[in-house]
Structures are given as C-alpha cells and as structure tokens.
C-alpha cells in the first residue's frame, strides 16, 4: 500500500490540491471553501482533545499543500457524521462527505493513523456484519472491549455489567449469540457474492482514477 | 404691495385643541397681543371650507400676512399652501396639546403655552415678506462633465438623454479614462462568471453619434467663475485656443489614480517582476487571450496576487481605506490566467476577500475555475531566481513562515481620488502654482495636486474635500452634493467603487445637476431647501467688512468685491443662514428668516415674574433634525416641560448670538440649542452649518459670565431626527437643572 502512495506523490508533486480533487471521493469541492469557519463553529465535538484540524484548515493545508499531515491527521476520523457542517456551508460545500472521503483515500494510501478508534470500529464493523450478513453485537462488543488487551478488556466489562444484565433480562442480549457463529442471514453466499462483486467495480473503478484515466 | 399689509391669524380648534384649549382666550392674544386686523377660529381648519376661508380672505379682503395657530408647520403644508401671502404657524398641536398632560392642574400651563405660540406666530409673520425670488438667475441649462472616463461618459449621456447640453472635457487625448486600460472588465450581467468587454468603445460610439454633447479632449479647465446657471467656464486645450463655455451646472469626474507601488518596496514595489493592478492589464492586452508574458518576454506560469498592498493601512504610513474594487480585479485578472491555461498557478493572497455586488458569484466562479484563495498577510516579496518569492503569514493555519514561489506578483495598490487642491490644508496646494504674485514655496519632495476646476471662488479653486482627499459629500443622505452649489461629483472622486458603481453614482449625479440648473433658472434653492425663494440680502451701509460671512459660507457662495464688500451669489446659496448668524452687526437677512422674525418670536413670549415659579426656557431647533424629532416625540405622545417654547432654525449655524442674549436679557431662565451632529460623522444637512454655529456659540459662556448667570443656562445639545424618546427626558431633566438655579435676574426689567 505504501508503495501506492509514494506512487501518487509522484505522480502530483506538488499539486496536492489535484491529488485530492481526482483521487478523494468529492474532493473537487475542496476548492469552493471560502475560509468563513461556519463549519467549525457548527462542529457538535467542539474539537475536544485529539482533533488535529478543524474541517476549514484541512482545506486551506490540502490547499497549501501540505500533504503528510493532512493525509495522516486524524480529524477526518473524528467526524460523527451529523451534517450540521453541511447543512450550514454558505457555499453548500459537502464537508461531511470530503472528510469522509479524505479518510478513505488516507487509508488506501495505508497513511491513516493507526488503531484511531473510529477507524477500529469501522473495520470492526464492518468485518463483523460482512461475515454473516448480520451484526453479532455481542461479539462486536466483545472485540470493541478487548482491543485494547485483555486487562483493559475485562475492566470494561465489569463496568457494563449492570447494563448488559438488564439487556439479558429485557432480551435485548443473547449471551448464547458468543459462542459458535450467532445468527446468521438466509443466504450468507448471495451477500457474499453482491459484497465481492461491489469490492470489484470500486477497485476497477479507483485503479482507473489512480492511473489517470 | 409693501404699502398695504394687513394682517390675520386663523385658530384651529379642530384635532382635539377646541377641547384641550380655550380658543376664546387664545382669539383674544391674537386680537390684543398679536395686533392681528383679521382673527378667525375655525373647527376643521384645513379642511376645503377652512382653507377656502382664508383664500377668500387673501382674495377679497387683501389679507397679505396669515398666521396659522394649528399644527405643526411641518404638517398639513398642502393644505395651507398660499404662495402669494406670508405665512406663521403657531405649533398647537405637536408643540402643546400633545406633549401635555390632559389633567386639570396642567391645564392653565398648557393654554399659557399655547396663548404664547400664537403670540410669537403673530410675531414672525409681521417681521415677513413673503420672498420673490432670486433675482440673478441664470438659465443656462448646459452641463459640464469633466473628465471623459466611465464616470463622466455615462454622465454625459444621461443628461443628454434627459435632454440636456452636455460639454465634456477630458484631460488626455481619448476618452474611456481607466476602464479603457482594462484588458477585460469584471462581469455585470448574468451568470457572472467571466470577466467582459470592457465597454468603453460603445459608450465612446454613443458620444460620438450624440449631438448634445460636445468633447473636448487634451483639455482642462482654465478657470469656473459664476454661479449655477451661469457659470462661465474656459477650457484650455492643448496647442489650441482657450474657449469660454456658458454652463448651468458641473459634474466632476475626474476619478482616481493607483497608489504609488514605487511606495510599496518591502512588497517588491519597484521590482522587475512586481506590478500592479494596471499593470497586469498592459501585460493582458499585450497578450491578447493569449499566454501572458512579464516585461523580459518569459511566460507567466505561476503568479501571485497580493490583496490591499498599501491599503487599510494602520501604520498610518499608507492609505487606510479599502478601495473596493481590487478584489474582484484580482479575481478577474486571475482568471485571465486560467482561461488561457488552467495549469498555470494563481493564488491570492487576501486578508478579507470583499466582493461587492454580484462579485459573490464571480469569486465562487474564480474558484471553481482553480483559482486559489489563502487568507494571509504578506510580509515581503524577493527576487529569488527568475521570479519573485512571497512570504506571508498564512492566517488559516497560523504559519508564519509560508511562502510561495511565483513568476510575477501583482499588488492590489488601490486608488487615490484625483479631487484637485486640497482647499482646507494649504500645505498641500501646488507649490509651483502660476498664481500670480505668489512667491515659490519651499522645494517640492511629491508631486503636488493641481486644481482641477480652477474656480475663482473666494474660498479655494476646487470643492472642499473630506477624509482621505475624496470630495466632501454626505454618502448616504444626499451622496453627490459638494459644498459648492451647482457642482457634483460621481465617481471614485467622491469614494472608492468600481465601474458599475460608478456608472449609478454618474447617472444619480447627473440628474441632481439637473435639478440645480433648473431651479437655479427659476430663482429656487438647490438642496436641502429645494425650491425655496428666499435669499440672502445685505444691507451693505451698515456692513463693516469683517469678512466672518464670507469666510464661514459652508458652500462659497459669497465672494468680496472689488471695495472688499461681501458680494452674493444667490444661485450658489443654500439658503442656510449661517452668514446671518455669522454677522455680528446683523444686516444679512431673508424675507421670510431673520434676525427679527426670530428675534420678535423671542420677545412675543410672555415672561411671568420672579414669583410665579414658572420658568421660560428658549429652544432654537434645527428644523432638520431637531424640530421633526420634537414633533415625533408629540406624535408618541411623549410629554415634556412646559416651560419651553420651541423657535425652528433652519440651521444651528443660523443662529445669532444677540438672540441668545436677548433672550436672557428679556427674561429667560435657559436656552437650548437643538443641532445636528457635526465632526467627521456630520449629520449637519448644511456640513459646516451646526460645527460653525457650535464654534460661535461656545464663546457665549463669557457673556454669561458677564451678566453673572450660571453658564449651564445655556445648553447645546446634538439632536438627531430619531431621538423622539430621549430628548422629551433631556428637556425635563434640563428645565429641572434651571428650577434648581431659581429664576433668572433678568425678569421684570
């Protein structure tokens, strides 16, 4: 994956603004900001503790250039996806979905910031409902609790008992569903086949963008 | 018509003063006290049978002076409209019954204030004549537009479409000014995305196939003597004869020229591969569409932007204004780069990226084209290599070492007005002027401004100028007038905007030129007293030459003749005042407005002894501002003292001292003085008039002294049109401060 990303750093050099025009999912609107912060000032998170940059100055860094750390920074991961930002733009900019897609180019790029929790559950999520066609939550949870190790993991679980508890008895949890496979989807194959099918286009249709087409 | 006066009042019981008043009562003041040979009391005065029964009164029964004891005298004026006859209002409704307590123990106070406001209209309207005009008029209904640049081009074709002569006089060889500098100009149609045509050749086409308007270019002006209407004007043109104009009114659009980038060294000004906005334009016309090349022929393949170079300045070193049209340039001349090839990098480098009128689009469409826009503030540019290197402080991301690599730079310098001789800082007046008998002053270090109208005015040969050198004109209350009546300016002479701001501002000016020329040909005012008949008469014998009229006419309407008497021209007045109030041996006055029909209104009042603890307190009120705010606040039924009688005054800078001490002399415990906001915010309607009255009067507390009366018995208050609510309380609070002093010594003598 590295090798991807030094190959488009070359191929844009110093024009990184273009890079994320062509290669990030709406990235051609990064250049329709117009400095103004309603965004930032819209932002629910108030940019607690461990938001790198707030969305404006993301874009005035891909404007400036400044490749590395946009691309690593983890403010695109910070955003809950609450379209306040969006919804607010004087210039109707689609800041939610140019994060969005900012992140993901980071992580094919294998620049995203490691084990950054939005990105774990993501992934976590995504794995988990892929595999059965359905969310296993107790084995969601499970994997959510212990990614931090096994310590951290048995911690947080004696915290959430009384929860869980009162979701076992209002059968909310199935403790059962942690053992073996849980509850799957009636045809795992045919969600399979339509996930894999879909993995195809996107790839043949990135692989097109990464080369220019 | 002088020999037969006969004098009436007419009381208005209607409106609710019937009940609240005792008409009877204020019939006979009228018949005792105003000496009126005609009083008549009517129920619905201003209906048709009450205006009906003065008019046949006037018609049949040779009534010449009518005072009305009705409403204000700003209300029902087309009701009691009598232009034949001279007028009083006695202010009954708005200065008394509305500002009044409706109870039993106000009622004696209150019909003591109104007997007393029908005295003082009885008063003035005996000191009248009903005024018959200017006799100096002239009626030449020419216009001059100088300078041939959009400005003055779309003047020109505006009065001449409304019917007008126009003669327009450019200072260089062609018309079109700056505008036909322009390679392209930014967008005034639909969709506003790309820079257009800039225009100039079908304007210039349309003068051209004009037959009212005559050009003349490689021209300036000689010299302007006269008045609206008659202004003479010779037009000197380069390797020609002088020609002598007959002109009504003038229209000065002589624009702007771009600061000095040469001043600007820290941000490469002077540098090979700097220039600015007009320069910029020379390389694009150069190129035609084409790639654009710098001075030494290498194409442009990156270029900079710098936004307010010299401008909002706060090092007070250059100019502190926002010119307002140098960010949409930028934006359009940075498109010139990416029409031609998008792949050529444009930043602009902005503080706050101001795109006025529909420039929104045009930036958002300068954007979408790949333009890029960092907000940050330049520190200097530096050849580097075979171009320049910008630093700047990047604002977004608080960088303070950024920097950018580009072929060329272009600084928005802005615009400085060419408004002529700065008339009120001598320093500034061309050092090498041919004025005769002048000496040479000290060595010139700048390029001097020289006089663009070159008037033969005893205050100064341009109009007066405001802050930062652009002409003097209330922008938003009455934007084109000058302090030179029958004189306009439109354009960025007057303040900073881009073409089609000034195209309006042409149009708007053009049309109040009209206005001047017509009213002068009719022996009217110009603005703010449109349409006035009234002038200013000296009676010359008892003038002791002391100049303080001449000096103080806020609009240089008064010259000196050749004995060193103050010599009028009607046309150029305003009808103000200030002369009147200015002159200390008081023989300027109007027919209708002078130091009598004031001054026997002061006297008309009834002033109670020392032991009726009833206090008179005198108010001269702008009737711009303050007077209207008075009636608003009795609209709101905001009640006041009722000690006070209100006077109007057409401005603070009409008043004469030797009311003032009249009035206290007579037996008044206070007088306030109601005026406009003077300063750099003037609210004044006559710029000067309420800071000249202001001046005179501060001096006033050493008459107090004299007399030994509290120096607080005068008060001068700035009153605007919307203090309806407060200024009720500032006059009772005041009326008490004087209580509080006991009554004036002056009663009973």
């Not at chain 1, 947080?156 to 008992?161: I, N, P």
């Not at chain 2, 706050?352 to 540019?381: C, H, M, W």
Request: hydrophobic share 35%; with cysteine; aromatic share 6%.
């Amino acid at each position: 994956m590295s090798n991807m990303n030094e190959q488009m750093a070359a191929k844009y050099k110093n024009n990184f603004l273009k890079e994320i025009e062509e290669q990030a999912e709406m990235g051609d609107w990064v250049k329709m900001c117009m400095q103004c912060g309603v965004c930032s000032g819209s932002c629910p998170t108030n940019f607690h503790a461990g938001w790198d940059h707030p969305p404006q100055e993301i874009f005035m860094m891909i404007r400036a250039g400044k490749r590395e750390e946009v691309l690593t920074s983890n403010s695109m991961w910070q955003c809950t996806s609450c379209y306040n930002c969006y919804v607010r733009c004087p210039r109707k900019v689609p800041i939610t979905h140019i994060m969005h897609g900012i992140a993901e180019y980071a992580y094919r790029l294998g620049l995203a910031p490691k084990m950054q929790p939005s990105l774990h559950l993501s992934q976590t999520f995504w794995n988990n409902a892929t595999k059965h066609g359905r969310v296993n939550e107790v084995q969601l949870t499970q994997s959510l609790y212990f990614k931090d190790g096994i310590g951290a993991g048995i911690k947080k679980a004696m915290e959430m008992k009384d929860v869980a508890l009162g979701l076992v008895k209002a059968k909310r949890l199935n403790i059962m569903e942690a053992l073996g496979g849980g509850h799957k989807c009636k045809d795992v194959d045919g969600i399979h086949k339509m996930l894999a099918k879909a993995k195809e286009l996107e790839a043949k249709r990135k692989a097109g963008k990464a080369a220019g087409a | 018509m002088a020999a037969e006066k006969k004098h009436a009042a007419y009381i208005c019981s209607g409106c609710g003063l019937g009940e609240r008043l005792d008409i009877d009562a204020l019939e006979g003041v009228a018949k005792k006290d105003g000496k009126m040979q005609v009083v008549r009391t009517h129920d619905f005065l201003c209906s048709q049978g009450g205006v009906a029964m003065i008019q046949n009164d006037i018609d049949n029964d040779g009534v010449t002076h009518v005072a009305i004891a009705a409403c204000s005298r700003r209300a029902k004026t087309e009701a009691f409209n009598f232009p034949t006859t001279a007028i009083s209002r006695g202010n009954l409704r708005e200065g008394v019954i509305w500002v009044r307590p409706d109870t039993d123990e106000a009622r004696e106070t209150t019909q003591e204030m109104a007997e007393d406001y029908v005295r003082m209209a009885c008063a003035e309207v005996k000191a009248m004549t009903q005024p018959a005009g200017n006799p100096n008029t002239g009626t030449v209904k020419t216009l001059l537009v100088v300078g041939g640049g959009m400005t003055g081009m779309t003047a020109a074709l505006e009065a001449s479409k409304a019917g007008y002569k126009v003669v327009l006089v450019e200072k260089t060889g062609a018309l079109g000014g700056w505008a036909a500098k322009l390679y392209k100009r930014v967008p005034t149609r639909e969709p506003f995305k790309a820079p257009q045509d800039n225009g100039v050749a079908d304007l210039v086409s349309q003068i051209e196939a004009d037959s009212n308007i005559k050009v003349y270019t490689n021209a300036t002006i000689a010299k302007t003597s006269g008045a609206p209407g008659r202004f003479k004007v010779d037009i000197a043109v380069e390797s020609g004869p002088t020609v002598t104009e007959d002109i009504g009114a003038i229209l000065q659009a002589t624009g702007f020229n771009l600061y000095d980038v040469n001043k600007l060294p820290q941000l490469g000004g002077g540098q090979a591969n700097v220039v600015d906005q007009a320069g910029l334009e020379a390389l694009a016309r150069a190129a035609n569409g084409g790639a654009i090349k710098r001075a030494d022929g290498k194409e442009v393949k990156s270029v900079v932007f710098v936004q307010c170079a010299g401008q909002r300045d706060t090092s007070g070193e250059h100019l502190s204004y926002c010119s307002g049209y140098c960010c949409n340039t930028s934006i359009k001349q940075a498109m010139y780069f990416k029409d031609n090839n998008p792949d050529i990098d444009t930043v602009v480098l902005f503080t706050d990226l101001r795109t006025p009128g529909n420039g929104e689009d045009f930036y958002r469409s300068a954007q979408n084209k790949g333009v890029i826009f960092s907000k940050g503030v330049v520190s200097g540019v530096t050849a580097s290599g075979g171009g320049c290197t910008v630093k700047f402080h990047d604002l977004i991301l608080d960088d303070k070492n950024a920097q950018i690599d580009a072929d060329l730079v272009v600084l928005a310098t802005g615009a400085v007005p060419n408004s002529g001789v700065n008339i009120d800082n001598p320093v500034d007046a061309p050092a090498a002027a041919p004025a005769e008998g002048e000496a040479p002053a000290a060595p010139v270090v700048e390029e001097k401004p020289i006089s663009i109208l070159n008037l033969d005015y005893r205050q100064g040969p341009d109009v007066p100028q405001f802050k930062y050198g652009f002409t003097d004109s209330h922008f938003i209350c009455f934007p084109y007038e000058t302090r030179r009546t029958g004189i306009y300016t439109a354009g960025p002479v007057r303040r900073p905007m881009d073409i089609a701001q000034a195209q309006e501002d042409a149009t708007g000016a053009a049309m109040k030129a009209i206005q001047a020329m017509e009213n002068a040909g009719l022996g009217k005012a110009a603005h703010p007293r449109a349409g006035d008949l009234s002038f200013p008469s000296v009676r010359l014998e008892g003038c002791t030459q002391c100049k303080r009229c001449t000096v103080e006419c806020p609009f240089g309407a008064i010259d000196e003749d050749e004995k060193r008497f103050p010599l009028f021209n009607e046309s150029r007045c305003r009808r103000c005042g200030t002369c009147m109030g200015a002159c200390p041996v008081r023989v300027i006055s109007f027919e209708n407005y002078s130091v009598n029909t004031v001054g026997a209104q002061i006297k008309a009042v009834n002033i109670p002894d020392e032991f009726s603890e009833k206090p008179r307190i005198l108010i001269l009120a702008c009737e711009n501002d303050a007077y209207p705010a008075l009636d608003m606040a009795a609209m709101n039924r905001n009640e006041y003292s009722a000690w006070v009688r209100a006077i109007p005054v057409r401005c603070l800078g009409s008043v004469n001292t030797i009311w003032i001490t009249d009035a206290l002399n007579s037996g008044y415990d206070g007088v306030m003085l109601m005026g406009c906001k003077h300063g750099e915010d003037y609210q004044c309607h006559f710029v000067k008039g309420s800071e000249l009255g202001r001046y005179r009067l501060s001096k006033v507390g050493d008459t107090l002294k004299g007399m030994n009366l509290e120096t607080e018995r005068v008060f001068d208050m700035e009153v605007a049109i919307t203090d309806m609510d407060t200024l009720p309380k500032k006059i009772n609070e005041y009326a008490e401060m004087i209580q509080g002093f006991g009554p004036s010594p002056f009663k009973g003598f």
